[in-house]
């Protein structure tokens, strides 16, 4: 029978949080904009002693499950 180890880690991730901001839709053209922010992109992760860039962690991980750690840190500062 195999056994499993795991290592439980804890990472510490910088980011920079665009607020979301309602667009209008009606009235004059002038006064009428889009739907703006409402997203995280990550500066930096720290896992220990070791830094990471975004870049890096792209590498690491996929560009997919970047975006869904920007998500959850997003709907996290949200909802503080």
């Known amino acids: 029978m195999k056994s ?6 804890e990472w510490n991730f910088e980011a920079d949080i665009e607020p979301f901001q309602k667009g209008v839709y009606s009235g004059p053209p002038e006064n ?3 739907d ?11 896992l220990g002693k070791i830094t990471f860039s975004r870049e890096a962690l ?3 991980l996929t ?7 920007e998500e959850e840190i997003y709907e996290e500062d949200a909802g503080a």
């Open 32 to 34: 009428c904009f889009p």
């Open 4 to 9: 499993k180890q795991w290592i439980e880690s």
């Open 63 to 69: 560009e997919n499950t970047v975006q869904s750690i």
């Open 36 to 46: 703006e922010g409402g997203y995280a992109v990550i500066t930096e992760a720290t």
């Open 58 to 60: 792209v590498d690491m």
